[in-house]
């Protein structure tokens, strides 16, 4: 546990230095960073104006009509742990709230019940469960374990994916020493919906991609879909971004919520007229106001990986 707060503490203090924004005109960012950004808008300046982007403003941030970015992003790392299934602990990323006036930082999801960061410690099992009326996906982050149902069992690790149906009985368990640390999407399954009943297990790493080209320079791998038996989410993917490209800078509007989360490599988070660093354990919700537009950009030399899921049904309203 000592360790363990040792991390969220020196994660907190890594936070403020790559995200906190003060209101007063000053990033808290060094000069190598303000020269990539100043490079950055000559380029997006320089867009024809038939590509800009579903008319981007082109005023001045106004913190009165513009969203408030840092209240859509979240890290677990700043997140208090609470216990689930039995021996899992989870930590908040986003949470549910209002989407267009959240009610405090992180709370902004309409659909998904929660996004944590969960973390099962070395040679732990969790406590037998059947989900009622949710749904729940895993993304493995890191470390090595099995899932357990129904006579059956898969291994963990890496960039694994389970799609667990509700009212099916599941164990996880830890077979290491170090933590099993994931990524959690929990989902309410909707009257008339029927649940698959099988676990499904799909490996990442091993998929072929998608496509290569969306959004200018999305590398994508589609893990879970409806067919697959999602219950309100309609798409989980991986979006990778190749060193020194960015992504097509583009808004969403009511109905839609779609999440980005950084799982490997660090890029900026661009959103509205705003930029914030994503590290690993980050994720945001584009604001569902037709006008924040986003994008990832990734100024490294090295490629990074987005955890995604989104949700279209009702564009335009809130059901």
């Not at 203090?13 to 960012?29: F, I």
């Amino acid at each position: 546990m000592i360790i363990e707060n040792n991390k969220m503490d020196y994660s907190r203090n890594e936070m403020k230095y790559l995200t906190t924004y003060n209101r007063n005109k000053k990033y808290q960012c060094g000069p190598a960073f303000k020269t990539w950004i100043a490079g950055l808008f000559i380029v997006m300046l320089a867009m024809p104006l038939t590509a800009a982007a579903q008319n981007m403003d082109g005023a001045p941030y106004d913190p009165i009509n513009d969203a408030d970015i840092d209240m859509y992003m979240g890290s677990w790392q700043e997140s208090w742990p609470s216990h689930t299934h039995g021996s899992l602990v989870e930590r908040d990323i986003l949470t549910k709230g209002d989407p267009i006036n959240p009610p405090r930082k992180g709370a902004v999801l309409t659909y998904v019940n929660r996004f944590t960061y969960a973390i099962l410690t070395g040679k732990a099992s969790t406590a037998p469960t059947t989900l009622r009326g949710e749904q729940e996906v895993l993304f493995i982050s890191s470390g090595n374990g099995i899932i357990e149902w129904n006579g059956k069992t898969a291994d963990l690790y890496e960039s694994v994916a389970v799609l667990v149906p509700e009212g099916v009985e599941f164990t996880i368990t830890n077979t290491c020493e170090e933590p099993l640390e994931m990524y959690l999407i929990n989902e309410p399954v909707p009257a008339g919906f029927t649940p698959k009943t099988d676990i499904l297990v799909k490996v990442e790493e091993s998929l072929p991609i998608s496509s290569s080209d969306g959004h200018w320079s999305h590398i994508v791998k589609s893990i879970f879909n409806s067919s697959d038996g999602l219950a309100t989410v309609e798409n989980i993917l991986t979006v990778s971004f190749d060193p020194m490209t960015i992504g097509h800078p583009h808004t969403h509007g009511k109905g839609i919520e779609e999440v980005w989360t950084a799982v490997k490599g660090t890029s900026a988070a661009f959103l509205g007229k705003e930029v914030r660093w994503q590290p690993p354990g980050t994720g945001y919700m584009i604001p569902p106001d037709g006008k924040t537009h986003h994008s990832n950009i990734n100024n490294s030399d090295e490629r990074v990986k987005i955890l995604y899921f989104g949700r279209f049904k009702g564009e335009g309203q809130f059901k």
